[in-house]
């Protein structure tokens, strides 16, 4: 029934490449079926590939026998025509084309396959199909031009990395993907050894420790886009296997590295977005990204910054804050500015309820029409309101938003807030790209689970060298700095990395500080700590999230609409039905058994 490509020339050209000046010429195109459409007597086809769509057309009295065998052709049917670019007439023209100028009169055609109707639509109409239903038929999804047209985008945007570092002297290493597991990260996924039977690799989360033996190998720059896992929950944006932009460099400072960095953000946004961008890019510490937003992935496009207002509490008579204040916490401040008259008293109950999700105990609020409207007002004499009304720039029409609490809670919660307003009342300004770098993070912050201090980043993040004496006592290990830099883009951090302890010394205390033994050191970072006897160069790196950045760059809401094949939620493969199970002998070929 179909036919083969024996005896036909190559294909000439894409479906998305002919234009008016390519009329009068003979040409091979290859396809799909987009749309058939019969005006009884000529047939027009739409036919498809990576590149677009063009209209090719069976005419009876040119060719009846082409003609009579269009007429079977069916959506996604795969097909090849050889025939003569023609332009169309000016009433005919398609502005919405590319190739809307012309279409092909077939005079040959081949029909290579067909296909079965499929479970949804492939054209870009708004038609509601759900994720589970995409993904379960990925390899129809991504016939789709929107989603197709993701995937070209995250192509050129791998090249233009590429280019880019390696015309900055960077080497493209590629590192193991069986590696050895290691604590301080997320949970591991394993792989039994066969040949050493109770023994796990584990797949990398990511090439820390190898980009760093490659600084002491003399490499200087490295560079891979590679492949990372972590077995964790996951949400819009995680995925258990996931793409890094990883770097590393000797004989550099943070500013070398932020630099490099920067002029890669340019190169992308130019060539892929036409966007300009301008470094360098600014600079917040991560004590005045809290201090201002709460979050330490700020997005000033807007503003209802937030401002402390402990001292001026301990003025008033409201209890609930009095009480948080003599226990150690905080009261953060937001001015929603004009927004007193545009929520209604139901919308403050389900905003308190939405801080809650963040650990906040309440949200108190006050309205200026003009004078305090609020639950709160009888407990805050008059100049305990004008001092609050002068810092938050307070004036008829705003509302004013407080939360007490320990100030990770504070912080986080009003921060949440802020953005979920900006982005509920249209503050944010469309179609803008901001980057900023935050530096200055704390080395270590306090586990209470844990009972001890963990690695804010990772373990192998160097101190601020005026910070480094600090370390000697329990009561200072909170007020480290560390020599860590993450970028931001719109209020999402897209990369992040910091200088590495090149000294053996200042990583073995580093592991100390961690309540990681000698002998338990030894054991799981032996060959790094060797490493580092033989003449490491001081080096530093950092990573980006590439999915992730490709996505905003898209406007992709979820990183899973450009990777070709993701994992749903469950991390499970729709398209394979993996994780699966196994033949018994396999397993006994590993050592292994499961428990009923």
Not at 158 to 187: C, D, H, M, W, Y
Not at 264 to 280: I, K, R, S
Not at 336 to 343: F, H, S
């Amino acid at each position: 029934m179909f036919d083969s490509l024996a005896g036909l020339k190559k294909r000439t050209h894409s479906c998305g490449a002919l234009r008016a000046r390519d009329a009068g010429g003979e040409v091979i195109l290859m396809g799909w079926v987009q749309r058939r459409r019969d005006h009884g007597g000529l047939i027009f086809v739409d036919l498809r590939d990576r590149d677009g769509l063009t209209q090719v057309v069976f005419n009876p009295e040119a060719n009846p026998d082409v003609h009579n065998k269009a007429g079977i052709l069916r959506d996604e049917w795969v097909i090849a025509v050889r025939g003569v670019v023609n332009p169309r007439p000016p009433d005919m023209v398609n502005p919405q084309l590319d190739t809307g100028e012309i279409e092909v009169l077939v005079e040959e055609l081949r029909v290579l396959n067909g296909s079965k109707t499929p479970p949804f639509q492939l054209e870009d109409y708004r038609v509601d199909i759900s994720e589970a239903l995409r993904l379960k038929y990925r390899y129809l999804d991504l016939r789709r031009p929107g989603v197709m047209k993701n995937i070209l985008f995250r192509h050129r945007a791998a090249q233009v990395t590429r280019k880019f570092l390696n015309g900055q002297g960077f080497i493209e290493v590629e590192t193991p993907i069986l590696t050895k597991s290691t604590p301080e990260g997320a949970r591991d996924y394993l792989v039994p050894s066969r040949v050493m039977p109770g023994q796990f690799f584990a797949l990398p989360q990511s090439p820390q420790l190898f980009k760093q033996l490659l600084m002491m190998s003399g490499l200087d720059r490295y560079y891979q886009l590679c492949r990372c896992f972590r077995d964790e929950d996951l949400r819009a944006d995680r995925q258990p296997e996931f793409t890094q932009i990883d770097m590393e460099m000797a004989f550099v400072t943070e500013e070398d590295v932020m630099g490099v960095v920067e002029g890669l953000m340019v190169a992308l946004f130019q060539e892929l977005m036409g966007v300009h961008l301008q470094p360098p890019f600014p600079r917040l510490t991560y004590q005045e990204c809290m201090d201002r937003f709460g979050l330490d992935r700020p997005d000033p496009r807007f503003g209802l910054e937030l401002k402390e207002v402990t001292d001026l509490i301990r003025e008033s008579e409201f209890r609930a804050f009095r009480q948080v204040v003599d226990q150690g916490g905080i009261v953060k401040a937001m001015n929603g500015t004009g927004l007193a008259n545009k929520l209604s008293r139901k919308e403050l109950d389900d905003l308190t309820e939405f801080v809650g999700v963040y650990g906040a105990r309440g949200l108190a609020w006050v309205k200026m029409t003009p004078e305090w409207q609020s639950p709160i007002a009888k407990f805050f004499p008059a100049g305990s309101k004008k001092a609050l009304n002068d810092r938050l720039e307070a004036k008829e029409g705003d509302i004013l938003f407080f939360v007490a609490d320990i100030p990770q809670v504070a912080n986080t919660s009003l921060g949440q807030l802020r953005v979920h307003l900006g982005q509920r009342e249209g503050l944010i300004p469309p179609d803008t790209f901001n980057m900023l770098w935050v530096t200055d993070f704390p080395l270590l912050e306090y586990d209470r689970d844990a009972g001890r201090f963990v690695a804010v980043h990772h373990p192998f993040t160097a101190p601020k060298e005026e910070d480094i004496h600090l370390l000697d006592s329990p009561d200072t290990l909170g007020q480290v700095r560390a020599r860590a830099y993450d970028l931001v883009l719109n209020g999402t951090e897209i990369g992040g990395g910091s200088i590495r302890n090149w000294r053996r010394d200042l990583q073995e205390k580093l592991f100390q500080v961690l309540g990681m033994a000698p002998a338990e050191a030894e054991e799981k970072f032996g060959f790094l700590l060797e490493a580092l006897d033989y003449g490491a160069p001081p080096h530093g790196g950092v990573a980006f999230g590439f999915d992730r950045l490709v996505a905003i760059l898209c406007g992709a809401k979820s990183i899973r609409e450009v990777i070709a094949f993701p994992k749903t939620q469950k991390s499970a493969c729709p398209v394979t039905q993996a994780p699966s199970r196994v033949e018994p002998e396999q397993l006994l070929e590993l050592g292994l058994r499961l428990e009923k």
